[in-house]
């Protein structure tokens, strides 16, 4: 349809004018209009162009030509699984046995020098266990700071209180999930209003 803003043909109508299946509108303003018409008559000749340039199809052999200037990378582990593969059977033999007795080793130092083990252990849990210390801490100065924790704060200090406002939430969160059960429910059958 003709821009209404510029009176001129848009490209969907020039795209229209090619096809040959325009409006009788478009037709008589392209007729009488020579800025659209020379545009009309630009763009077929682009298109005639176009068409007339040959189909581009790449030869068999491209795909081994840009294969064969790419270099594939191998992921680490399909690298070693390779390594494997190459040694021969007694040198894969004398790895496994290389992994295993470095294994055996870290477990007999570990049973030699439990007292070390120990200490580092209890430092490093006593460490930890200090920095969960002041997290605890700094989380509940940081809550105890909000707006909102005096007011939660008496409700909860009375039982009664705490009560009556569980049971407030509890009921209006059953009320939002049958809303929501009756939302997303299908409906029974047609409706006579949703013909239309």
């Not at 040959?20 to 018409?37: F, G, I, L, M």
């Not at 390594?83 to 059977?89: N, T």
């Not at 049971?167 to 939302?183: D, F, K, N, P, S």
């Amino acid at each position: 349809m003709m821009d209404p803003l510029s009176a001129h043909l848009t490209n969907d109508d020039l795209d229209a004018l090619l096809d040959r299946s325009a409006d009788p509108a478009v037709v008589r303003h392209a007729d009488a209009c020579a800025e659209c018409r020379a545009l009309a008559g630009l763009d077929a000749r682009v298109v005639r162009g176009l068409e007339g340039l040959p189909r581009f199809a790449p030869s068999a052999a491209f795909a081994d030509r840009v294969m064969a200037g790419v270099a594939v990378r191998q992921a680490p582990a399909a690298a070693g699984l390779r390594l494997l593969d190459r040694l021969a059977p007694r040198r894969a033999a004398l790895v496994a046995v290389g992994l295993v007795a470095a294994v055996s080793l870290s477990v007999v130092w570990g049973a030699l020098n439990r007292d070390l083990l120990t200490a580092m252990g209890s430092g490093t849990l006593d460490l930890l266990g200090g920095w969960l210390w002041n997290l605890l801490r700094a989380t509940g100065a940081a809550l105890a700071a909000q707006p909102w924790y005096g007011p939660l704060r008496e409700v909860s200090a009375s039982p009664a209180r705490l009560g009556v406002a569980l049971t407030a939430v509890a009921m209006a969160y059953g009320a939002i999930l049958l809303a929501l059960r009756r939302l997303m429910a299908l409906p029974a059958g047609p409706r006579p209003y949703a013909n239309g």
